[in-house]
């Protein structure tokens, strides 16, 4: 299994060093692991984290509530996506849900975003939520580049799905598809192609049913899989072998 979203510089590890949590989630077949950014303060955290890890890989961006009333560096973004343990720009996009900042902002650094991708050649991470029109109208405007990534613990409806789908981008399925009333996502997590699916754990936020409660841990990796694989009547190793093949085709700067 890959873990193709986690914040392993954010864990909520207590008295357990990070070490240890990456032993525990390798003892049970996770075998690489996306560390995400979400801003440029913080950025060098997860660089710092694929450094010290053969099995780690980073991304570098500025999630959407974490922007101010300017726009992110984009030479900066552009300086920290050359380190070798870059293999992806993100997370960006919107999310309008919890939005205490300009949606202008939001919209300009998406756009910046996959400017950049382009630019660098490197997959986009997306978070969208509460926010599916301006979502998609963007990433069509970005359609003829040829770059594309994943959005990433997606919530939305089977449409968005379709339509980001049809434009190439790859839809990464977390914990959230294992709660009670996530019919919709199970719905979405059956009808994703089988050459366009991730899983993540999104860790420490949304642990999996049976862990929901505790912080997120990529050793719980396994339960998302479990419920993918069983919603797409799957055995959970052909999936695990799907999507790390997945991985390693939208990410090739990984070293897996």
Known sequence: MIDSHCHLDRLELGEVSLSDALDQARSVGVKHFLCIGVNLESALDPISVAEQH?????????????????????????TLADHPKVVALGETGLDYFKQDNDPSIQQAAFEMHLQLSAELALPTIVHTRGAVDDTLSILRNHSN????????????????????????????????????????????????????LLIETDSPWL???????????????????????????????????????????LFPKAEI
């Not at 339960?223 to 991985?247: K, M, W, Y």
Request: charged share 20%; aromatic share 8%.
């Open 54 to 78: 053969s099995d780690i890989s980073a991304s570098v961006g500025v999630h959407p509530l974490y922007h101010t009333d300017q726009l992110p560096d984009p030479d900066r973004i552009r």
């Open 207 to 249: 642990a999996p049913v049976p862990y929901r409660g505790k912080s997120n841990q990529p050793k719980y990796l396994p339960a998302v899989l479990e419920c993918v694989a069983q919603q797409r009547q799957t055995s959970a190793d052909s999936l695990a072998t799907l999507t790390s093949g997945n991985f390693a085709r």
């Open 145 to 196: 580049t040829g770059q594309v990534g994943v959005l990433h613990c997606f919530t939305e409806s089977w449409d968005m799905a379709q339509a980001a789908l049809d434009m190439g981008w790859y839809i990464s399925i977390s914990g959230i598809v294992t709660f009670r009333n996530a019919d919709a996502l199970r719905d979405v997590a059956r009808r994703v192609p089988d050459d366009r």
